[in-house]
């Protein structure tokens, strides 16, 4: 982008400015309720309820929010034989390894929590870190709904479910009350939105995150955990928060985008957040660059491996012709009459819609149907080929602020960047002139 005019739409930048303001105003990043800290847990989800209220945003992960369900969790047998090695750790441990640990292994000083979004099965953020931590780490899965199966965070909860029903956890003074609706009533009035829904949801999100927490910790602790991998930490925090009571260390894998703009992980005012992961482990050295971490975040870079192992999995050329669109939940709905107008301009080019795994390949097979004349050089793709593969054949891919424009600018593709709101994440990357 030659010009500075075309970057000056303000979409999450004013957001987040406006967010960081009223943090230091009302000192949430410490802000303690009832034992617990509220704020790492609200700041992501009043982001999202903002952005997506002033029509920014669609919901982040569609696919997800339509497979949640109420129904009870129902603890695997797997996970059930853990809990009960776990007991026989805390009856008759004394300082080495127990009988137990013969025929269950991965009950050691490391835990491991995979993501939810895998190819082929596999995590590949996770994967090479839980080959090195080997037998004596415990692979703590986040299953779909739908296939309930070893050892996951539910089983923890559930399995602690009866202790749980006799924590004691502290009061919510009328005073945490009104500090929520004044910071809300803020927030409202500044980014002319509706927040109230946090003051009405403000006691079981806290009540919650407490008894979580404490559940997390109690397993930590019978686990003799001293590191804790994860990944996503800020839909994490009462796992992070129970570390933190257990006196555990915590190493996050980097997943996904990260930047200035991204409330999971960026702190420009210099504050220090109670439940962020002591060490970030990243794909390379632009992600610390980038983003204002919090001053005790430790960075530590690992690479991406993956990404060139995915891409040769399928022996494809390089097209010259093909132009790849990743979507991605909050964004696709803006995205998509974009690439169809890009097919129509360009009928010597051949433009593939790429969804990210979060949105419904159903969803947007309609929305195409109904335009009037589908371009024939257009198609939707999802899944397969896996995207590493796909983007290795591009000549070009375009997006906003996907992961996905990172590890094909690594694969080689020309980037461009659509001014849609999230274009400010990279804002950085166009101006160094990557894209």
Known sequence: MDSSAEWSHEYVREVCDVIWDVEVEYDLINWQVAGVYPWPLLRMPIYYAITQQRGFFSDPHPAKSETETSQ??????????????????ARRSQGGRTFWMRWLPGIGRDVLVTHSRKIGGIDVYTEAVARELGRNSLIVDRLPASKPSGLDLRSVLELNRSWMKKFQQQEITQADRDKISEVTRVLSERLSVDLSEFVESFEHRVTLLARQSASYARFFELAKTRRLFVTDSYFSTALL???????????????????RYHLGYSYPRGQISPYVADELWTFGKYWKDETPFPTTL?????????????????KNERVSNRVVFTSQGAIGEQLLPLAVAAARALPDKQIVFRLHPSESLSDFERMVAAESDRPTNFELSAREPNIFALLASADTQVGVFSTTLLEGMALGCKTAIVALPG???????VERGDA
């Open 72 to 89: 009870k969790f129902e603890v695997p047998a797997a996970a059930q034989d853990v809990w009960r090695a776990l007991q026989v750790r």
């Open 298 to 314: 430790k960075t530590r870079i690992i690479g991406a491996p993956y990404v060139q192992k995915l891409a040769s999995s399928f």
């Open 241 to 259: 928060a129970g570390a933190r009571a257990a006196g555990v260390r915590i190493i996050e894998l980097q997943h996904g985008f990260i930047s």
């Open 423 to 429: 274009f400010e994440y990279m804002q950085r990357v």
